[in-house]
């Protein structure tokens, strides 16, 4: 399994749809689950295929009509990696927030031109 060299936002919240189902889901729910367009949905699961973050099979139900699905899961590496790269965005997220509200203004403080009186 190769490490993700770059990871966008749209990444995370792919490997987040996946994370989230408890099975092997298709992509149509992966686009639906993280609010993402199929062009860029699709090219990110192909991607995390050729990592060998996760695998795809076809879905063999012969009593639904319709197009085949493409069913898409993790691999036992790639399960652990997401998991990893997941929390590690969630920690830096959580150390973010506190750090920004120290760097804020109090409300109702504003800059002024007038002089200090001491």
């Known amino acids: 399994m190769e490490p993700i060299k770059r990871v966008t936002a749209p990444t995370l919240d792919v490997l987040d749809a996946l994370l989230a189902a408890d099975r092997p889901t298709w992509g149509l729910l992966v686009v639906k689950a993280t609010g993402r367009q199929a062009g860029t949905v699709y090219p990110i699961l192909e991607r995390l295929e050729q990592l060998d973050w996760i695998r795809s099979s076809w879905d063999d139900d012969a009593e639904r009509s319709g197009p085949r699905r493409r069913l898409y ?11 990893d ?3 590690a965005r969630d920690l830096v997220a959580a150390r973010a927030d506190p750090a920004r509200a120290a760097a804020r203004p109090a409300a109702g403080a504003r800059p002024t031109t007038r002089p200090v009186a001491s």
């Open 85 to 87: 790269l997941v929390a």
């Open 73 to 83: 899961e993790f691999t036992a590496d790639g399960l652990v990696a997401a998991q």
